[in-house]
């Protein structure tokens, strides 16, 4: 198992402990076997990307938030920057209704900064 996979496993156990969930109970909900789900756990059967949304749609979270658990946003110091760049990236993840996109993005950004692309 790789060392990101085995992370993202690992915060899996942490927010089934910290709700005291038992893996019978997500094993159910994601229509596998508790041993197949013992073993996601334990390292000995890989982690798909399908079966991460399942568990994700489980404790009702996004992926994002349980690869990056605790946090629920990727930090700007995990993306180098090079020394000559003048813009900074960042990564925001929102969710707001379609009405008031605009109007979060102008007081994120400012009146005169808006690009959609």
């Known amino acids: 198992m790789k060392e990101t996979e085995k992370n993202i496993v690992t ?3 942490k927010i089934r402990h910290n709700r005291d969930i038992k893996q019978a109970t997500i ?14 756990e ?3 059967m890989g982690l798909s990307i399908e079966r991460l949304a399942e568990i994700a749609s489980f404790f009702n979270m996004s992926m994002i938030d349980i690869i990056t ?6 930090s700007i110091e995990e993306f180098p ?10 990564l ?5 209704e379609k009405e008031k996109r605009d109007e979060v ?6 009146e005169e900064s808006i690009k959609i692309l």
Request: proline share 2%; net charge positive; aromatic share 6%.
């Open 69 to 74: 658990y605790p946090k629920k946003y990727v």
């Open 11 to 13: 915060n899996i156990i």
């Open 92 to 96: 925001v993840q929102l969710e707001v």
């Open 105 to 110: 993005l102008k007081i994120i950004l400012g």
């Open 27 to 40: 094993a159910a909900a994601i229509n596998i076997d508790s041993s197949t789900y013992s073993k996601i």
């Open 81 to 90: 920057q090079k020394e000559h760049e003048k813009k900074t990236k960042v």
């Open 42 to 44: 334990s390292g000995q």
